[in-house]
């Protein structure tokens, strides 16, 4: 299974997006739960299709962590970070789980949504290639072809990861792939890697091939920003704030949950796609997720609290690397008055 955040072209989408009926963002739509309790209900749109990094949330929903905090959770599969940002800033999911550089565009492209914060703190954008291209250090990628998608945020990031490493765009080729092919132009020979998630790409490419995989994670070679995180609309955060409020706290105790029973979690996810992938790869994906958790500034505090100044080198990176223009105040981007206190 592959995770295709492409960085899609905004403008184009927008429009048709912000033009529809928004549905869910009232706040009228109650329920009661097995308790007895009134709930809200609540849509949450993932970036992709599930995989091991959402455990949590499925977990989290079969523990009654959700219905702690008020609320009847329905989660949907996505198509893409930059579809669930756009679908989220029009109304049509009342929160979406999405990745920062999708949310980064977004906002730059005048969608109205703001994240309620960051749990994938340490990026999982890796070089992945089978070991026995003997790979160890960004320095061997020198004279190598990589499979990458043009325009996305892998991409885009790349030369800001060669540049930290003394290499110029030129000692590495990078051949442009759909994401859903990159995998078999690793496994076909087409290429000697690709440019993908470590929590994500890596497992299942091990599946297919019966082949060990090796990383070069960005993250360990100089460069760290945000990723994967909880969004919501601004007239969500707007009017529905103490809704928003506890969502976050619900997320935020549904990966501390999933993290201290992994296996539960990774069950807890049976039947929720017909593109699940089998267990043992749900499993080598949510442990690499559970390294992503935090920074050194993070470190031993809830999941999903953040700090403003990741939040600006974040910023740093992609504006570097050309996804931001002209980077605004954090507050543009993050609504540090919801989301988890440190």
């Not at 079969?62 to 219905?67: D, S």
């Not at 609320?71 to 893409?80: C, F, N």
């Not at 504006?319 to 981007?333: I, K, M, P």
């Amino acid at each position: 299974m592959t995770a295709p955040r492409r960085l899609l072209t905004v403008t184009a989408l927008l429009p048709l997006l912000l033009t529809a009926t928004a549905c869910g963002a009232d706040g009228t739509e109650k329920t009661t739960g097995p308790s007895g309790r009134k709930l809200d209900k609540v849509t949450l749109t993932l970036n992709w299709y599930p995989y091991g990094e959402h455990a949590p949330f499925y977990y989290g929903k079969r523990q009654g962590l959700f219905e702690k905090h008020g609320i009847e959770l329905t989660i949907r599969a996505g198509q893409g970070s930059q579809k669930t940002v756009l679908a989220t800033g029009a109304g049509h999911s009342d929160f979406g789980w999405a990745d920062t550089p999708a949310l980064l565009s977004g906002v730059e492209s005048g969608v109205r949504v703001r994240s309620l914060g960051v749990f994938l703190q340490t990026t999982p954008s890796s070089v992945q290639f089978f070991a026995s291209r003997k790979i160890a250090t960004p320095a061997d990628l020198r004279g190598k072809t990589v499979a990458g998608t043009a325009g996305d945020a892998l991409s885009r990031t790349f030369p800001v990861f060669l540049k930290k490493n003394g290499l110029a765009e030129s000692d590495v080729t990078v051949q442009n792939t759909d994401p859903a092919g990159k995998i078999a132009a690793v496994i076909s020979g087409k290429t000697d890697g690709l440019l993908g998630y470590a929590s994500d790409q890596g497992p299942t490419m091990k599946e297919k091939s019966g082949r060990d995989v090796g990383y070069l994670r960005f993250s360990e070679h100089g460069l760290n920003f945000y990723s994967n995180g909880l969004i919501a609309a601004q007239r969500t955060l707007q009017e529905r704030k103490e809704l928003s409020r506890r969502m976050v706290r619900a997320v935020s105790e549904s990966f501390a949950a999933a993290r201290e029973a992994p296996g539960p979690a990774i069950a807890a996810m049976d039947g929720a796609s017909g593109q699940l992938p089998p267990r043992r790869v749900l499993a080598e994906q949510f442990g690499t997720t559970l390294t992503l958790l935090h920074t050194p500034a993070t470190q031993g505090k809830a999941p999903g609290v953040n700090t403003e100044a990741d939040w600006r080198r974040t910023l740093d990176v992609f504006t570097e690397a050309g996804l931001v223009t002209r980077a605004r105040a954090v507050s543009a981007y993050w609504d540090g008055a919801t989301a988890l206190k440190g």
